[in-house]
């Protein structure tokens, strides 16, 4: 069945820096690639998304790509504020909705 | 106002009971999901459904069970046979199609004393 790791497990960044988050899949059958956001206490909510079509997709200060041939899939945040402090997950769809085990970012300011 | 709906917030369970979580969407949704969420290992499938009576094993069904009878409604068993059910539990909903967003109630944290 489908694998999502996801790295780093902590990130850490001054206020403005970006930060990226890098995902891997197993299944080459995966075609769809949600990022979600989970703040203290609430519950995941999705950010961005991008299909197996598409290399790069943008919006605002977020972007993911996707690198299918290395199954490898990023979100990048550029000019980080301290609100962007959460839990983040990525995740892998074939029949199933597989996620990682997240990354929890910090933004100082 | 639509949306997914899960109950109860908190839930105590004495070991070697049973404990039903209920989750419930008005949005109209085909496929629902049960996820295990424990610090430091992500959202982890427990149960997954596409369509009224019919629901199939995620990665970590062992010890829970699930029933999918209405379209609305989705609720997943912690059965005594769970070696550790203490957790935070979500349960999603997409429509038609697993390649949409899914979107989460807000989590039933279980709690065995």
């Known amino acids: 069945g489908e694998n999502v790791e996801q790295h780093p497990s902590t990130l850490s960044v001054q206020e403005g820096d970006s930060a990226v988050i890098k995902c891997t899949y197993s299944?080459?059958?995966?075609?769809?690639f949600p990022w979600y956001k989970q703040e203290l206490g609430k519950r995941p909510q999705l950010i961005i998304d991008?299909?197996?079509?598409?290399g790069e997709k943008k919006d605002q200060r977020i972007a993911v790509t996707l690198n299918k041939t290395a199954k490898h899939f990023s979100l990048h945040i550029t000019e980080t504020q301290p609100e962007d402090s959460a839990v983040y997950f990525c995740?892998?769809?074939?029949?199933?909705?597989?996620f990682g085990t997240g990354t929890r970012l910090q933004v100082f300011p | 106002d639509g949306g997914i709906t899960q109950s109860p917030k908190y839930l105590f369970r004495k070991e070697g009971q049973n404990v039903t979580l209920s989750c419930e969407q008005n949005?109209?949704?085909?496929?629902m999901y049960w996820y295990r969420q424990d610090p430091g290992q992500g959202l982890r499938l427990i149960y997954y459904?596409?369509?009224?009576?019919?629901?199939q094993k995620g990665d970590i069904a062992e010890g829970y069970s699930v029933s999918r009878e209405k379209k609305e409604s989705f609720p997943l068993t912690v059965t005594s046979a769970q070696k550790n059910p203490t957790a935070f539990y979500l349960c999603?909903?997409?429509?038609?199609?697993?390649?949409?967003?899914?979107?989460f109630g807000q989590g039933t944290r279980l709690t065995v004393v």
């Open positions: 949005l109209n949704h085909d496929a």
């Open positions: 995740a892998a769809s074939t029949d199933k909705l597989i």
């Open positions: 299944d080459s059958a995966s075609n769809y």
């Open positions: 991008i299909r197996s079509n598409v």
């Open positions: 459904s596409q369509i009224v009576n019919d629901f």
């Open positions: 999603a909903s997409s429509a038609t199609g697993i390649n949409t967003e899914a979107f």
